[in-house]
Structure formats: structure tokens, C-alpha cells
């Protein structure tokens, strides 16, 4: 007999072996374009700002730069753009018992994981291999920054899923949103760089503080990075609890209709 976890796994692994056939199709290059998407993606922002910045910016190696700011953005974007109307385009799903709606997301948010871990991997690989990458100087600060994007990420894409779910209108603001987001992320910046009267504004963004203990673990103390990590945790904590009622009230109103 399977206990609960071992159960949900492998429905989380069924859901994301669907989303895949579904996405990518069976044919070509399937399941390579997890990968190749974000890869394409974020070699073309690396070429096209190494040829208008030159190798460094602000002192730092630009290629090492732009991956640590366009990977985790690839990440937070890409699931969040999955979630909307995620639970009413896999609705036949849930008349199975053991699936259930965190199921849909978790599966989304993992594939999305792993495409963007594995496209970092890959161009890790080639500009170290050419001398133009530098690995990251203190890895668990790496870490802990990309698993403070993915809880991030994951949470806006319980709270995103759920607003699109229960209003229609909500999808027409993901977008200007996401967009009025981009240049005050943190994924273009360092909060050092900026004035000193708008570090406390741009410090309360849970993706600004990602960024910077991303930041942190691949440039050590070449950077002066502006973070609190109790914060950044309490946040995420936060979004996650928000999402997880959230998605509990979507579940209601399903049921209802």
C-alpha cells in the first residue's frame, strides 16, 4: 500500500508528464523545449547587453550579471503566466479522487524549476568552459536566494490561479503587472546602486531580496548586497498561506458551480 505522500508524487509526476505531452506535444523536440525556451531567452539578452555594455557593468562581469537576473525573472514569470486559469483548463482533472488542485500548480512550478535550473546549467557550463563565467563564490547564499524565488513564485501562482479562477477581469491585469515589475524587480539592479532614499522602498519586494542573496552567492564580497533574510522568509511564509486559502476558496466555488 502507498501512503499519502508516495501517492501524491506520483500524481504530481502523471500531471506533469500530461502538462508536458499537452505543452511540447509527442513530436520533434517535446520535452527539449522546457529547456531550449529559456535557454534561447536568456542567451539573446546575454548577447544583445554584452555588445551595448561591453564585459562588465558597474564593476562586475556583465554574463555573470545578466544570468543571475534574467534566470530567477524566467522563473517567476513563466509560473506565474502558467497559473492563470491553470485550475478551469485542467478542470476534467479533478473528477479523479487523488488529484487535487495544488497537484496542478506544483506540477506547473516544478517543470518550470527544472527547465530554468537546467538551461542555467547549460550556459554555466559553455562560459566557464571559455573562460566568460565565473561559478558562484558562496553556493548556500546562492541557493537560499533561488529557493526564496521559487517559493516566491510558487505563491504568486496560487494567488494569481486563484484570482483568475474566481474573476474573469483579473486576467487583463496580469500583464500591465507584470510588466510595471520588470524594471523594479531587482533583476536589472543591485538596491547599491541606487540612491539611498530608495533603498527602504525597493527592499520591501520580496524579488528584490531574491536577487540580491542570488547576487551575494555568485559575487561574494565583490557586491554589497541588501537583504534580510528573516524578512524575505516571513514574506514568502506569507504569499504561501495566502495562496494555500486562496486555492481553497477557488476549490469551493468549483464545487458550487
Given amino acids: 500500500m502507498l501512503d499519502a505522500a508516495e501517492l501524491q508524487g506520483i500524481v504530481i509526476g502523471a500531471v506533469m508528464m500530461r502538462e508536458l505531452h499537452t505543452r511540447y506535444g509527442r513530436e520533434n ?8 525556451e529559456p535557454l534561447f531567452f536568456c542567451l ?19 554574463l555573470a550579471f545578466v544570468i543571475t537576473g534574467y534566470m530567477p525573472l524566467t522563473l517567476w514569470r513563466h509560473t506565474t503566466a502558467r497559473a492563470i ?24 512550478v516544478i517543470l518550470e524549476f527544472y527547465g ?37 513564485s510558487a505563491a504568486s501562482a496560487m494567488i494569481i490561479g486563484s484570482l483568475t479562477e474566481l474573476y474573469e477581469w483579473s486576467e487583463k491585469l496580469i500583464g500591465p503587472f507584470m510588466y510595471f515589475m520588470l524594471p523594479v524587480c531587482g533583476a536589472f539592479y543591485m538596491v547599491e546602486w541606487l540612491p539611498a532614499s530608495a533603498h527602504r522602498y525597493v527592499e520591501w519586494l520580496p524579488t528584490v531580496q531574491a536577487f540580491e542573496m542570488i547576487r551575494q552567492g ?5 557586491v554589497t548586497p541588501h537583504y534580510d533574510l528573516a524578512y524575505a522568509t516571513f514574506v514568502n511564509i506569507s504569499l504561501t498561506a495566502i495562496g494555500i486559502l486562496m486555492c481553497r476558496n477557488v476549490h469551493r466555488h468549483m464545487v458550487i458551480e
Fill in 85 to 108: 486559469q491553470c485550475f478551469r483548463a485542467n478542470a476534467a482533472l479533478l473528477y479523479h479522487r487523488q488529484v487535487k488542485m495544488m497537484d496542478l500548480l506544483i506540477a506547473r
Fill in 116 to 152: 530554468v535550473m537546467i538551461a542555467y546549467t547549460v550556459i554555466a557550463f559553455i562560459f566557464t568552459s571559455v573562460e566568460l563565467y565565473e561559478m558562484p563564490r558562496d553556493w548556500a547564499m546562492f541557493y537560499i536566494g533561488w529557493f526564496q524565488m521559487l517559493v516566491f
Fill in 218 to 222: 555568485q559575487f561574494g564580497g565583490s
Fill in 29 to 36: 523536440l517535446g520535452f527539449v523545449w522546457l529547456i531550449v
Fill in 44 to 62: 539573446g539578452v546575454m548577447v544583445v547587453w554584452t555588445v551595448i555594455h561591453g564585459r562588465y557593468s558597474h564593476g562586475l562581469p556583465l
